[in-house]
């Protein structure tokens, strides 16, 4: 069974349209993350969630809304998309409350804007 | 969280023990010591963590220096499949969100 699952894996689409990234985790875990990984390869923190609810945005344009429906689930719709969020965005999912728990890791989607 | 410091990128032969350094000289008391990898067109995995005292487990182990600014993530015998990015990351209790700051990473290169 994947722990933590992403769809799509692969999502090409033009300037301007709106688009959602789906993730669902079933390993129990209250805490949910989104992750982008640019170009560069360089890794950041997008969004922090904890049973449903937000707990850290680190300057994400509003344009980026995450919807947590329930615990096992942290959607990602993406509005008025532009060239400069073309990467790859990971999901990820934690035990809550514990600064020593490790992260599960989704797969991946890339997302290229043309 | 406190900044980390890793080289760019190492290299290693297959079969060969590897030694992975991480500078974290501003850690506090609280900082846990986390590392994680990342293969290629894969998320990142979680390898080993610890705070102070050293760690094993069955896919590496983690040294942290006496005064803890300091350490090595040592994988004991390279394989093809270890060729990775390596992140070395501090975690605090203050961190609401739990959520890891990524660096740049080691980028590992095992030579067949």
């Known amino acids: 069974d994947t722990a933590v699952s992403q769809t799509p894996k692969y999502l090409v689409t033009q300037m301007g349209n709106d688009k959602s990234i789906k993730c669902e985790q079933n390993?129990?875990?209250?805490?949910m993350y989104w992750y982008k990984q640019d170009s560069k390869k360089f890794l950041k923190i997008m969004f922090s969630?904890?049973?449903?609810?937000?707990?850290i945005n680190e300057t994400v344009p509003n344009r980026f809304s995450p919807k947590s429906p329930d615990k096992a689930h942290l959607n990602l719709h993406i509005n008025s998309l532009e060239l400069g969020d073309s990467a790859v965005y990971f999901c990820?999912?934690?035990?809550?409350?514990?600064?020593?728990?490790?992260?599960?890791f989704g797969p991946g989607t890339r997302l290229t804007v043309t | 969280d406190a900044k980390t410091t890793q080289p760019n990128s190492m290299e290693s032969n297959e079969e060969e023990p590897v030694h992975l350094p991480c500078n974290h000289s501003?850690?506090?008391?609280?900082?846990?010591i986390h590392w994680y990898r990342q293969l290629p067109s894969q998320g990142p995995e979680y390898v080993i963590h610890?705070?102070?005292s050293n760690v094993n487990n069955r896919m590496a182990s983690l040294a942290i220096a006496e005064d803890r600014k300091s350490s090595t993530l040592i994988l004991h015998r390279a394989t093809l499949r270890d060729a990775a990015v390596y992140y070395c990351?501090?975690?605090?209790?203050?961190?609401?969100?739990?959520?890891?700051?990524f660096g740049t990473g080691t980028s590992l290169t095992v030579i067949p």
């Open positions: 990820a999912s934690s035990r809550a409350g514990l600064v020593s728990s490790e992260q599960y």
């Open positions: 390993l129990g875990h209250d805490t």
């Open positions: 969630y904890n049973n449903k609810e937000l707990i």
């Open positions: 501003t850690i506090s008391g609280t900082d846990y």
């Open positions: 610890g705070l102070t």
């Open positions: 990351i501090l975690r605090d209790a203050s961190n609401t969100g739990n959520q890891f700051y």
